[in-house]
């Protein structure tokens, strides 16, 4: 799985990368409607596909650490090469914190995550009703409050990121975007 080149992107790294920025745009895109909606039909959706974007992000984040990252398509000063190191380090980190606040606010508010029937965190059930209960409404809201700040933090952080990749391809006229796209140096 190593580079050809310094400058190329692999298939497998490329795919992953696409792949895990398409789930995180539609797992995003139903918690927003939730929330904004109040309707809670696909919550379950939500987790699980939370759980599965964690898995691949662990995937994702061990390759990088392995493969590290190509070099840099041009010269450019060292603030702008330190900025894009530090946008790549916030995005492997955040879109990790992500889905584990989604499972930390799950699992305290007392609704359990799990993934194919499987549990990961049980729902917490009391009383002869067996009402969904808080293991506790103050780290609850704690988790809830992470989770929603640190996925707006990684939205912007892909904003930023997405910026850089346009301003690389339509005004630095490099191919740091095409061959993220197609591979390539």
Not at 3 to 16: A, G, N, Q
Not at 45 to 55: C, E, N, P, R, T
Not at 56 to 61: D, E, G, K, T
Not at 126 to 132: K, L, N, T, Y
Request: aromatic fraction near 12%; glycine fraction near 8%.
């Amino acid at each position: 799985m190593k580079s050809t080149s310094p400058l190329t992107y692999t298939v497998f790294s490329r795919s992953l990368h696409w792949l895990i920025a398409l789930a995180f745009l539609c797992i995003w895109a139903a918690g927003y409607y939730m929330v904004s909606n109040q309707d809670y039909a696909i919550y379950s959706l939500h987790k699980q596909a939370g759980v599965v974007l964690l898995m691949l992000m662990v995937i994702r984040a061990a390759y990088r650490l392995k493969q590290g990252w190509p070099a840099h398509a041009n010269q450019y000063k060292p603030w702008q090469q330190r900025l894009a190191t530090l946008t790549h380090w916030a995005l492997l980190v955040l879109v990790l914190l992500v889905p584990l606040s989604g499972i930390a606010y799950s699992g305290l508010s007392g609704h359990g995550v799990y993934l194919l029937g499987l549990d990961i965190v049980p729902t917490n059930l009391a009383g002869p009703e067996q009402q969904v209960q808080a293991y506790s409404t103050i780290w609850e809201t704690r988790a809830q409050t992470s989770h929603w700040v640190i996925t707006y933090a990684f939205m912007g952080i892909v904003c930023v990121h997405t910026a850089g990749a346009l301003k690389h391809h339509f005004v630095d006229r490099d191919t740091t975007l095409t061959r993220m796209i197609k591979g390539g140096g």
